[in-house]
Nanobody, 123 residues
């Protein structure tokens, strides 16, 4: 059974930093991604990383502020978020694919999802 468990969310002031973690079980060395969903909005792509961690892609809305990485020995993917803005406020979700090796940016390309972790940035 596949489980993705996000952690690290919380309340932070604008300009601050948070690091989200996604611990996976039942699936390993697969492409993974981070998405976010604000109230009343669709789920939005944030960042994705290949199965090896050798390639990754970060959405232009967070480029230069967010970094995605993974530790396959720990079966964990991270999202380092710096210079946070109020518009980054959302529930952040981790996702994983059954197969493939590259990075993927569409929600429909992912097979497994975590329960989400709330990130709130105050102004």
């Amino acid at each position: 059974q596949v489980q993705l468990v996000e952690s690290g969310g919380g309340l932070v002031q604008a300009g601050g930093s948070l690091m989200l973690s996604c611990a996976a079980s039942g699936v390993s060395r697969r492409p993974m991604g981070w998405f976010r969903q604000a109230p009343g909005k669709e789920r939005q792509f944030v960042a994705a990383i290949s199965s090896s961690g050798g390639t990754y892609y970060v959405d232009s809305s967070v480029k230069g502020r967010f970094t995605i990485s993974r530790d396959n020995a720990k079966n964990t993917v991270y999202l380092q978020m710096n210079s946070l803005k109020p518009e980054d406020t959302a529930v952040y979700y981790c996702a994983a694919r059954r197969g493939g090796s590259g990075w993927y940016a569409a929600t429909a390309e992912y097979d497994y999802w975590g329960q989400g972790t709330q990130v709130t940035v105050s102004s």
